[in-house]
């Protein structure tokens, strides 16, 4: 098992940046392709980003594509998420999952470890 706590969620302006991080204790950080998912109030669940193992290879999604940096640090056992030019659109709170199988994927099912999240809030 792992457990994943995220942090560095918050309210900001529009414009603003913020960068969440997902710290993991447990089994080896690095044996897991890791993801950060988010949901806003009254809607589903959705992908953000996702990384691999080892940090090389890279998904978002479109909405946030430019703006949202994924990464990792295998020796700190943590997962970042440096987000750019925030929209009141990115209010949500912010979930890591970790994937205990081969390759990325967009899909929440498939991540079986999950924080408890983080609010994030822009205003306008």
């Known amino acids: 098992q792992v457990q994943l706590v995220e942090s560095g969620g918050g309210l900001v302006q529009a414009g603003d940046s913020l960068r969440l991080s997902c710290a993991a204790s447990?089994?080896?950080?690095?044996?897991?392709?890791m993801g950060w998912f988010r949901q806003a109030p009254g809607k589903e669940r959705e992908f953000v980003a996702a990384?691999?193992?080892?940090?090389?290879?890279?998904d978002y999604a479109d909405s946030v594509k430019g703006r949202f940096t994924i990464s990792r640090d295998n020796a700190k056992n943590t997962l970042y998420l440096q987000m750019n030019s925030l929209k009141p659109e990115d209010t949500a709170v912010y979930y890591c999952?970790?994937?205990?199988?081969?390759?990325?994927?967009?899909?929440?099912?498939?991540?079986?470890?999950w924080g408890q999240g983080t609010q994030v809030t822009v205003s306008s």
């Open positions: 999952a970790a994937k205990d199988s081969y390759g990325l994927s967009r899909g929440s099912p498939e991540y079986d470890y």
């Open positions: 447990g089994r080896t950080f690095s044996s897991f392709n």
């Open positions: 990384i691999t193992w080892s940090g090389i290879v890279t």
